[in-house]
């Protein structure tokens, strides 16, 4: 049972990003979106090299996990994948498909579609893409969705690259399956305007809703994520990742809140961290928290204008809320 806390009292601040595969083919090659059964044929060896970012600092997440020195493995069938996912051949223009079910989501989130999109280059720290680096586009911005206890805004909309799937860890080894790397992900991210724990997870759920409204959005287990950034008064903002279902959602914001007021209550130094929901609903230290020094300029891929009239006649075709057919049907 979730404990009674004055979260307005404490300053208590939460926002989602919520993380959806889709269907049909990957983001920049022609790979498709599936999770292949086929035996590995293909294996690469890899070290990461914190590189700097646009603003010409090194990511502190980037560092962190670099100096651990870890040998990154990649496996995949070359039935499956290609040599874009292994890094060796430039990616192809951006998945139409792909991006035109990103737009239907905006527009379904009541955001604002930019009139060009520039694919960045997001440094990622712990080896699950085989170049260093994650390509993610922003897509829309400043929607909101309405909840029971009010508006919550929809800060970003982006169209990015999942990762590979990790199958094996050790001290000094990391082994990733190559496969689910480049599929295309809907990255949905809220502002902090969650009030409580449970608004948390019914703001999740309302976004799950919308997502799965809309046709070529993958479904089952795996096939979507959500992390919450958390933070209070004398606190330091926290990244959990690893929810293993909504229902764990509230007891784990709720625990490391609780974290949180007791380092406070002790005098102990708190930092921008990510970290991990375990299974009994506590947290653990992952790494810090990434900065804006993670980001670049994609110089291998055009940027993609998008015209008021597609726009329009995208709207014009939107799908119905699962929740408006429900209230239909009833």
């Not at 790979?31 to 600092?57: F, Q």
């Not at 805004?153 to 000094?172: D, V």
């Not at 969650?194 to 703001?203: G, Q, R």
């Not at 891929?301 to 014009?316: A, F, G, Q, S, T």
């Amino acid at each position: 049972m979730v404990m009674e806390l004055n979260y307005e009292f404490i300053g208590f601040r939460c926002g989602l990003e919520i993380h959806q595969q889709l269907e049909g083919k990957k983001l920049f090659c022609n790979c498709l979106t599936l999770n292949s059964s086929s035996a590995p044929d293909v294996k690469i060896e890899r070290r990461l090299r914190a590189v700097a970012g646009e603003t010409g600092e090194v990511d502190a997440a980037a560092e962190y996990e670099m100096l651990k020195g870890k040998k990154i493995v990649y496996e995949g069938s070359s039935q499956d994948i290609c040599p874009i996912e292994t890094d060796e051949s430039p990616p192809n223009p951006m998945n139409a498909q792909a991006l035109e079910t990103a737009l239907k989501a905006a527009l379904l989130l009541n955001a604002r579609i930019v009139d060009e999109i520039q694919v960045m280059r997001k440094t990622v720290v712990d080896g699950s893409n085989v170049s260093g680096f994650q390509r993610t586009a922003l897509v829309a911005m400043g929607g909101f969705i309405e909840t029971s206890m009010g508006r919550i805004g929809i800060s970003t909309i982006c169209l990015e690259e999942e990762a590979a799937q990790k199958l094996e860890e050790g001290e000094n080894f990391v082994r990733y399956k190559l496969d689910r790397l480049g599929i295309p992900i809907i990255e949905i991210a809220t502002s902090a305007e969650i009030t409580s724990p449970e608004h948390a997870k019914e703001a999740a759920a309302h976004i799950g809703m919308v997502l799965r409204s809309i046709e070529g959005i993958k479904r089952g287990i795996g096939t979507i994520r959500q992390d919450v950034n958390v933070s209070i008064t004398e606190g330091e903002r926290t990244e959990i990742k690893g929810f293993q279902d909504l229902k764990s959602m509230p007891k784990a914001i709720e625990y490391e809140i609780m974290r949180q007021l007791d380092a406070i209550k002790h005098g102990k130094k708190l930092g921008r961290e990510v970290r991990k929901a375990e299974p009994d609903f506590t947290t653990s230290f992952l790494r810090p928290l990434p900065g804006a020094a993670r980001l670049y300029p994609e110089t291998d891929v055009l940027p993609v204008k998008i015209e008021k009239n597609h726009i329009e006649k995208l709207r014009k075709a939107l799908p119905k809320l699962l929740s408006e057919k429900i209230g239909d049907f009833m």
